[in-house]
């Protein structure tokens, strides 16, 4: 596609309850990226894909997420038992490459757990 | 863990007026990027600086890597109303992930 594809654009969901993000990157873009961004904060990093696999799942706060790229383009990002403090803006990013090239986000899902 | 510190947090200038954030690490970098974000938006690339000392220029806004790579800054002359936004660092440290500023949040006096 033109550009990298978040949905939904808003979730409201109750805690305890189970969510899914959906990210599509830009066509042939191989780095995948998702972030968490809280107001007035910079994104936090969560997981980082290069084709399928997650090359670096260091930030993911804790087992509750999860994500998945299976066929190395679309990801999702899933939210077991969702708490309030998961409230936030996710945020997904996508590169030709990788670290070394320019990041180009999506409009991100603004998730509030009620 | 290795940290970018952005500062100032906010800058209110008038139009007309200049401005400067800047940006540090605890560590080397290997390169840093500058991203902008609207109200509401997401971040939106600017640039990225790979070599020590090195100085980019994008029509008002010019971009300095030190000397160390463990410093930044970003400077916009004569800011616009469409300047308005918060700005971000993200330097790409020893395990080749993007490590992000919290930003600087350019506001333009009524």
């Known amino acids: 596609g033109a550009g990298v594809s978040q949905t939904p654009s808003n979730k409201v969901t109750e805690k305890g309850k189970y969510v899914e993000l959906r990210c599509d990157p830009i066509?042939?873009?191989?780095?995948l990226y998702w972030y968490r961004q809280s107001l007035g904060q910079g994104p936090e990093f969560l997981i980082y894909?290069?084709?399928?696999?997650?090359?670096?799942d260091s930030g993911l706060p804790n087992d509750r997420f999860f994500a998945v790229r299976p066929e190395g383009s679309v990801s999702t990002l899933k939210i077991q038992r969702t708490e309030r403090g998961d409230s936030a803006v996710y945020l997904c990013?996508?590169?030709?490459?990788?670290?070394?090239?320019?990041?180009?986000f999506g409009q991100g899902t603004r998730l509030t757990v009620v | 863990g290795q940290q970018v510190m952005q500062i100032p947090q906010y800058q209110h200038v008038q139009e007309g007026e200049d401005f400067t954030t800047y940006c540090n690490s605890s560590?080397?970098?290997?390169?840093i990027q500058w991203y902008k974000q609207r109200p509401g938006g997401h971040p939106v690339f600017l640039i990225q600086?790979?070599?020590s000392g090195e100085v980019k220029k994008q029509k008002r806004l010019t971009f300095q890597f030190g000397e160390a790579k463990k410093n930044s800054s970003l400077h916009i002359t004569a800011t616009q109303t469409t300047d308005v936004g918060t700005y971000f660092c993200?330097?790409?440290?020893?395990?080749?992930?993007?490590?992000w500023g919290a930003g600087t949040k350019l506001i333009i006096k009524p």
């Open positions: 990013a996508s590169s030709l490459q990788g670290e070394l090239t320019e990041a180009f």
């Open positions: 066509s042939g873009h191989t780095a």
């Open positions: 894909f290069q084709g399928t696999g997650a090359a670096d």
């Open positions: 993200a330097g790409i440290g020893s395990n080749y992930q993007l490590i």
């Open positions: 600086l790979v070599k």
């Open positions: 560590t080397t970098l290997s390169n």
